[in-house]
């Protein structure tokens, strides 16, 4: 079975995989984490293509029904999945998006991506009992299929949420895209640059 880090010997496409936050809601093209992520790759040398298919108000059943043909068309190396808000927003059965989330990782394996999860909660008015369970599955899915997890990168906007979030209270600014980045670069750094270094001895 060809690997992942053989088949980005072949592809460095990273697919990212996300809702809003991802997507640069409310903000211009070039300002969102994700472009951010792009540029800091190419600035150190790492040639990956980063495709941002992430869609505003997505949950886990979209993103699940949307996968096969974006993996079909991009064949990536890595797919960012940062879904999951959304369906705590709606308060959507946390097995539900669990069994869709493990789904879209074996999706992902199945085509020699890589998959990584990056951990999402919601907030505390859910009740201590539901939120639990929300955050808890990305952990557990992370290490019963061993596979990176990106801790939840807007934690640390959070003790400053006037200054850091858009009017609406939910989507970051354009100021607060590099520390989503910063938040995420110490799970996605390692694994970019050792497939890199796999592919180009």
């Not at 936050?21 to 409310?26: D, E, P, R, V």
């Not at 505003?56 to 064949?75: I, M, N, V």
């Not at 557990?140 to 959070?158: E, T």
């Not at 520390?179 to 694994?191: E, F, I, K, V």
Request: hydrophobic letters at 45%; aromatic letters at 8%.
């Amino acid at each position: 079975m060809l690997s992942w880090a053989a088949a980005a010997a072949a592809d460095t496409t990273i697919l990212v995989w996300g809702d809003s936050i991802s997507a640069g809601y409310g903000l211009d093209t070039d300002a969102g984490w994700v472009h951010l992520l792009e540029q800091r790759l190419h600035s150190q040398g790492l040639p990956y293509r980063v495709v941002n298919a992430s869609v505003s108000g997505e949950t886990t059943a979209g993103g699940l029904a949307r996968l096969p043909e974006a993996l079909d068309k991009f064949h990536p190396a890595v797919v960012l999945i940062e879904l999951g808000g959304n369906d705590g927003l709606r308060g959507q059965p946390v097995t539900e998006m669990r069994a869709n989330l493990e789904r879209m990782v074996d999706l992902c394996t199945a085509a020699h991506a890589q998959p990584v999860l990056f951990e999402m909660r919601i907030p505390s008015n859910y009740g201590p009992v539901y939120s639990d369970r929300f955050t808890a599955v990305f952990g557990q899915i992370a290490q019963q299929r061993k596979l990176p997890l990106v801790p939840f990168f807007l934690a640390a906007l959070v003790p400053e949420h006037d200054r850091w979030f858009q009017e609406d209270g939910i989507h970051p600014t354009a100021a607060a895209q590099p520390q989503l980045l910063d938040a995420a670069w110490p799970t996605l750094a390692p694994l970019l640059k050792s497939a890199h270094a796999g592919a180009h001895p």
